[in-house]
């Protein structure tokens, strides 16, 4: 199995600020996803972060908003941007990995 | 609109009965499904997955079943156990890329 770990695992934030969080998988990867779960709902993906090229996001997720950094196989960050309290979610990266796909902890981000 | 569903939000069970989790699809193109297990405070856990070439697939306790006609899966989970109570979400992917997941159940197993 891949073993996938985020900072922070948590963080309070002020709204207009900006939170970067970190996702470190113990192997080299092709490709990671940035999911958010937001309070009671499922879980939604936010974009793809391709090593060596631009992050492809979904449909309602934009760059400005949520950048994403993949400088190699292992790692990668999202930042949340000019954050609001409807950012308040918990935002997994995952990798897929032999037959499945494989979830970080979960940064658990509060917008004051 | 949500290609992925999962109906009922929770479901209660006695401990070492069978416990059945439902989750429908509307993408006929889906190949590949998965069920993951999430406690609070925790990333989804796998559990158990399956592609469309079989209509079963298990492991341990747990067993899915695919009718891909129906366009629905179930996990089924026997016999359940205290330790199996969280919220369950389906999951399912084209090209084991991009999943969809259903809005998940919450299980809760009874002593």
């Known amino acids: 199995s891949a073993v996938i770990s985020q900072k922070p695992s948590r963080d309070i934030c002020q709204r207009g600020t900006s939170l970067t969080i970190q996702c470190q998988v113990d192997s080299q990867v092709t490709m990671m996803f940035w999911y958010r779960q937001q309070p009671g709902q499922s879980l939604t993906l936010i974009a793809t972060?391709?090593?060596?090229?631009?992050?492809?996001?979904e449909s309602g997720f934009v760059i400005d908003k949520f950048p994403i950094s993949r400088p190699n196989l292992t790692f990668s960050t999202l930042t949340v941007s000019n954050m609001s309290p409807e950012d308040s979610s918990i935002y997994l990266c995952s990798v897929p990995y032999t037959d499945t796909q494989y979830f970080g902890p979960g940064t658990r981000l509060t917008v004051l | 609109d949500q290609q992925v569903k999962q109906n009922s939000p929770s479901l209660s069970v006695q401990e070492g009965r069978i416990s059945i989790l439902n989750c429908d699809y509307t993408n006929s193109m889906f190949d590949y499904f998965l069920w993951y297990k999430k406690y609070p405070a925790e990333g989804p856990t796998f559990l158990i997955s399956i592609s469309s070439i079989k209509d079963k697939n298990e492991d341990g306790r747990f067993t899915v079943f695919l009718n891909k006609s129906a366009k629905h899966l179930s996990l089924h989970i026997v016999p359940s156990q205290p330790g199996d109570s969280a919220v369950y979400f389906c999951?399912?992917?084209?090209?084991?890329?991009?999943?969809?997941f259903g809005s998940g159940t919450k299980l809760n197993v009874k002593p």
């Open positions: 972060a391709n090593q060596g090229s631009e992050a492809t996001y």
């Open positions: 999951a399912a992917s084209e090209d084991f890329n991009k999943f969809y």
